[in-house]
């Protein structure tokens, strides 16, 4: 008897032992921040559409598991291996807004963004007539905005900066300064900034927000 309770109690200690080191599966939180640096992303701490497309590029372009989902080796294909929370995305729930849990405005905006994402830049573009050969920065903004229904005329750069709620929005944010101003729409960052190197005003990485005001359309 003695025996069977030793090997009793070995045997609840392992499994103790195997759900402790069983690994944490997190959808928002401090590792999501880290990630999402990691990615080029906005830090918001929260695992969602943008940041589920970030990393299946990461493994697509490591040759991995394309998955969306991070482990283990996408950590250490980070440069983190000693990490072992897995992070993935929360499932939207069927009531949810929209695809992918956004808000018919935001996909609105996106496909406006979308749009235009690839036409030239051309200073001054967006501002005479919404139709345009090309678009600054800000009149790239203005006609995303105004394809949503959510900005009537187009602004200028330091316009935006008085423009909607002060602060990030939940999925639009707007960083206006008197010289320049992008937009981060569900992670993404939508500028004119890098748009020669990369053929797109959507941007793989955030840049810095030093200088910006920082606006947001109401409710978003």
């Known amino acids: 008897r003695a025996r069977q309770r030793r090997a009793s109690g070995s045997r609840s200690r392992g499994a103790r032992r195997s759900r402790t080191a069983r690994p944490r599966v997190s959808s928002r939180g401090s590792r999501v921040s880290l990630l999402q640096r990691e990615l080029g992303l906005a830090p918001d701490g ?7 497309r970030a990393v299946r590029r990461l493994q697509r372009r ?58 030239p830049y051309r200073y001054g573009g967006g501002h005479g007539r919404w139709h345009d050969s090309g678009y600054d920065c ?8 105004w394809g949503a229904g959510l900005l009537a005329a187009s602004r200028s750069s330091s316009g935006f900066m008085r423009w909607g709620s002060p602060g990030r ?50 409710g978003l």
Request: hydrophobic share 45%; proline share 7%.
């Open 46 to 52: 929260i695992f969602g559409p943008a940041t589920a």
């Open 138 to 145: 800000s009149g790239s903004i203005s006609y995303a905005l």
């Open 62 to 119: 490591r040759r991995m598991t394309v998955d969306g989902i991070v482990g283990p080796a996408t950590w250490a294909a980070l440069g983190h291996r000693t990490i072992r929370t897995i992070l993935r995305q929360k499932p939207a729930a069927a009531s949810g807004p929209g695809v992918a849990g956004l808000p018919l405005r935001v996909r609105r905006v996106i496909a406006a963004a979308d749009r235009i994402a690839r036409k």
């Open 169 to 218: 929005g939940r999925w639009i944010t707007i960083y206006a300064a008197a010289g320049h101003a992008f937009m981060v729409i569900d992670g993404r960052r939508f500028d004119t900034t890098g748009h020669a190197a990369t053929g797109t005003r959507w941007q793989p990485r955030m840049r810095s927000t030093a200088g910006y005001v920082v606006r947001h359309p109401p």
